[in-house]
C-alpha cells in the first residue's frame, strides 16, 4: 500500500472502485499518467477524482463500497464532491454473521499488561480521580465550586489523586417521569457515581427536583457510604453552606483515594470508546483503519472495543451485520438504526445525508461517505453485542453501544458503560478531552497534526505519507493506549481539558 500511495498524487483503494482520492493538492490540467488522467479541476488534499467516465446514476464507489450515485455525466478526472454526487438511499442485504472469523486469543500467560489500579469487585481504573455530580442543573454551578476549590497546590500532597472533577448538566427537572429520557439520564449520571476511575463520589442535589437523590441510588442499585456522600442545597443551607460541607466531603475522602498504587494487571481489563470528530478524506484511509487495527490486537488480548455514533454508520450497516455472532446480534443493530430513521425524520441531521461543513470542506460529501471510515474503527473481529446507551458493557471483545454522533454525548455514554480510555481520530482537528477516562487524539493527516501538535497525541498520517503500514501504525497505537492506561498523559489531558464533555443524552421534551 505505502509504494502505491507515494508513487502518485492520487490514491487507487480498492480495484472496484471508479473514484481516486487525492493524497495532496491536485491542480487543473495536472497530467497523472499512472492513472491515464488529466485532472479536470483544483482540487484539494482528501477529495475524490472520477477514475473513469460516470452516467448519471450510475453508482459511485469507494473501497468497493457505494458511497451514493452520480447527479449527472462524471468525465475521468473531474472532481467528484456534493456537487455531482447524489445522495439516496438503497437496498442493502445485511448477510448476517457471513464474515464472522474466528479470533486468535492469546491465553492470559501472553496477554499484554499496563500498570492499572484494581477496585473492589475486579474492576480496573486508569486514572483516580474523585467525583462531584449534581443531581440536577440546579446544583451545578455549587458542585462547580466545590472541584474548583481543589487546585492543584491544595492536592499537592495527595499525588495519586489525579484531581476533582464536575459532573454538571442542564437537566434533571422539568422532565417527563417515568420516561425513556429520564431513565436514560439516570443510568447515565449511574454509570459514572460507579465508574473505577472515580474512587469516590459526591453527588449534590437542590432537594425539590425531579431527579431525587433518593430514588436515583435506589433506582441504580446504589448504595450509600464513605465512597458515596450526597447532600441537597436546600436541606444544607444553601449556596456557601453546601460549598462549604461539599469540600469538607471531599477532604475527608483524600486520603483513601490516595491510598491506591498502580500494579500490573492484563490488557483484557481495558475497555475503549472509539471516536471520530472532524473526519476528512483521509481518515477512512490512515486513523480510521489503523485504529480498527489496534482494536483487532486489543480483542486478541481480551480486551474491549465499544463503537458507537449510531447515524455514523448508516449506509454501511451491512459491515458490521456480516460480521454479528448471530442474527439477533445483527437484527438487533438493525433495530436500533430503524428507531434512529423514525426519531430524526422531518429533521435536518445527519440521517438525511448531509455532513457538516468541516467534513464537506475535508473531502466527505455524505454520510454514507463518513460512515464508511467511521465503521473501520472496529476493526475486523466479530460484533459480540449490542447496547443501549450508557448500559453496563459485560461482553468483551468487539461490542456496539446505541449513540447519537455528537462525540461528547457519545463518549459520555461509552464511559457510562464502563469505557476506561477514548480513542478518537480526527482529520480537521478536534480538540477534545474526556474526564474522568484519559483521551488519545489520532490525526489522520500530517499537515493538521504538524498545525495542531499541541493537541495531537499519534500523526496517523504516515500511513499516508507512505512511511508506515496500517498493522505498524496499530500496533503504535495499541502501544500508546498501554503507556497511557498506565497513566502516562494524553495531550487533552496535559491542556486541562475534559471538564465540560460530560453530554448526557436528552431524548425528551422540556416542560
Known amino acids: 500500500m505505502a509504494a502505491t500511495i507515494t508513487a502518485s498524487p492520487l490514491i487507487l483503494l480498492h480495484a472496484n472502485d471508479n473514484v481516486l482520492i487525492a493524497r495532496t493538492p491536485v491542480a487543473l490540467a495536472q497530467e497523472v499518467p499512472e492513472f491515464g488522467l488529466r485532472v479536470r479541476a483544483q482540487v484539494p488534499a482528501g477529495h475524490k477524482i472520477a477514475a473513469v467516465a460516470l452516467k448519471a446514476g450510475d453508482a459511485v464507489r469507494k473501497y468497493d463500497t457505494v458511497i451514493g450515485f452520480a447527479a449527472r455525466d462524471v468525465e475521468p478526472g473531474d472532481h467528484v464532491h456534493t456537487h455531482n454526487l447524489r445522495f439516496e438511499e438503497f437496498d442493502r442485504d445485511p448477510e448476517f454473521c457471513t464474515d464472522v472469523q474466528a479470533v486468535d486469543y492469546l491465553p492470559e500467560a501472553q496477554q499484554a499488561t499496563f500498570m492499572g489500579i484494581k477496585r473492589p469487585g475486579g474492576r480496573i481504573a486508569t486514572r483516580n480521580y474523585i467525583g462531584i455530580i449534581s443531581s440536577v442543573n440546579c446544583s451545578a454551578t455549587v458542585s462547580r465550586r466545590i472541584a474548583d476549590w481543589f487546585t492543584e497546590e491544595r492536592l499537592a500532597e495527595f499525588p495519586n489523586v489525579d484531581g476533582v472533577v464536575a459532573f454538571t448538566h442542564n437537566t434533571g427537572c422539568g422532565m417527563s417521569t417515568p420516561s425513556l429520557n429520564f431513565d436514560v439520564f439516570r443510568r447515565t449520571l449511574a454509570g459514572f457515581a460507579r465508574h473505577p ?288 492506561a498506565s497513566g502516562q498523559p494524553t495531550k487533552s489531558e496535559e491542556l486541562g481539558l475534559g471538564d465540560n464533555e460530560f453530554v448526557p443524552w436528552q431524548l425528551g421534551i422540556v416542560t
Open 197 to 484: 476511575n472515580l474512587a469516590a463520589v459526591l453527588i449534590v442535589g437542590l432537594g425539590c427536583e425531579r431527579n431525587q437523590i433518593s430514588s436515583l441510588l435506589e433506582s441504580q442499585g446504589l448504595d450509600y457510604g464513605p465512597k458515596l456522600v450526597t447532600m441537597n442545597m436546600q436541606d444544607t443551607g444553601g449556596t456557601r453552606a453546601t460549598i462549604a460541607a461539599g469540600v469538607a466531603a471531599v477532604q475527608a475522602m483524600l486520603p483513601e483515594a490516595n491510598a491506591v498504587k498502580r500494579e500490573p494487571v492484563s490488557a483484557r481489563h481495558l475497555s475503549i470508546g472509539l471516536q471520530c470528530g472532524g473526519s476528512d478524506g483521509f481518515s477512512s484511509i490512515s486513523a480510521n483503519p489503523a485504529l480498527g487495527a489496534a482494536m483487532d490486537i486489543l480483542v486478541r488480548h481480551g480486551g474491549t472495543a465499544i463503537l458507537s455514533e449510531t447515524p455514523e454508520i448508516y449506509g454501511v450497516e451491512n459491515m458490521l451485520t456480516r460480521r454479528a455472532v448471530s442474527e439477533a446480534v445483527g437484527q438487533k443493530l438493525l433495530d436500533r438504526l430503524e428507531w434512529w430513521k423514525e426519531y430524526s425524520l422531518g429533521q435536518s441531521g445527519q440521517m438525511n445525508g448531509v455532513v457538516v461543513a468541516g467534513n464537506q470542506a475535508g473531502g466527505i460529501a455524505n454520510i454514507f461517505e463518513k460512515s464508511l471510515g467511521s465503521a473501520m474503527k472496529g476493526g475486523t473481529t466479530p460484533l459480540q453485542a449490542v447496547y443501549e446507551y450508557a448500559e453496563p458493557i459485560d461482553q468483551h471483545g468487539f461490542v456496539f453501544m446505541d449513540s447519537p454522533g455528537f462525540d461528547p454525548c457519545s463518549a459520555t455514554g461509552q464511559i457510562a458503560s464502563g469505557a476506561n480510555l477514548i480513542c478518537f481520530t480526527t482529520g480537521r482537528g478536534s480538540m477534545f478531552g474526556a474526564k474522568p477516562v484519559p483521551s488519545i487524539k489520532l490525526a489522520s493527516n500530517t499537515v493538521m497534526y504538524d498545525r495542531l501538535s499541541e493537541d495531537m497525541d499519534i500523526n496517523c498520517g504516515l500511513v499516508v505519507d507512505g512511511e508506515l503500514s496500517i498493522e505498524e501504525m496499530g500496533q503504535q497505537i495499541f502501544d500508546e493506549i498501554l503507556r497511557v
